[in-house]
């Protein structure tokens, strides 16, 4: 079994890059930062940049968006 933090990489590698929403809800992740923290503490380079999460009701909500080992490159 994959730890999430792998599963983030996972994700990673096969779309570029993810978001705490990704990680909720596609993956299951609820501490979601936390393995971003760990990833980090790894050595495992992490870029984030602020963007936009459109909601269900089309508004508009501040997020972050995560490119992790060679995505961030």
Not at 31 to 54: D, H, M, N, Y
């Amino acid at each position: 079994m994959k730890t999430q933090a792998e599963k983030i990489m996972d994700y990673c590698k096969e779309n570029g890059s993810i978001t705490a929403y990704d990680g909720a809800y596609k993956l299951g992740i609820l501490q979601f930062s936390a393995r971003i923290c760990e990833l980090q503490k790894a050595g495992i380079p992490v870029r984030i940049e602020p963007t936009k999460f459109k909601a269900q009701d089309g508004s508009l909500h501040p997020c972050k968006r995560y490119y992790v080992g060679q995505n961030c490159l």
